[in-house]
Nanobody, 116 residues
């Protein structure tokens, strides 16, 4: 059974930082492209960052320079370091795994709230 379990979300003040983690099990982690998506109230789910099996990453324009995605294949874990957070970053963040553009798995999501 494939599982993606996110952690690290919470409440943070504007300008603060959070580090999200996604632990994967039941899959050959190193063969998968991994990503973080988010869904804010009233908006569709959108791509935040992706990192492929060759360790190449890309980001949404709104988070470039502030967020960093990384992976540790030995730990079957992908991370999202989020710095300089603002209110527009408030959303539920979801971990995603994809293989060959055909097989996709999703985590349950973790809430990130940026507020004073």
């Amino acid at each position: 059974q494939v599982q993606l379990v996110e952690s690290g979300g919470g409440l943070v003040q504007p300008g603060g930082s959070l580090r999200l983690s996604c632990a994967a099990s039941g899959m050959l982690f190193s063969d998968y492209d991994m990503g973080w998506y988010r869904q804010a109230p009233g908006k569709q789910r959108e791509l935040v960052a992706r990192i492929n099996a060759e360790n190449s990453s890309n980001y949404a324009n709104s988070v470039k320079g502030r967020f960093t995605i990384s992976r540790d294949n030995a730990k079957n874990t992908v991370y999202l370091q989020m710095n300089s957070l603002n209110a527009e970053d408030t959303a539920v963040y979801y971990c995603n795994a994809q293989w060959a553009g055909a097989i996709t798995y999703w985590g349950q999501g973790t809430q990130v709230t940026v507020s004073s």
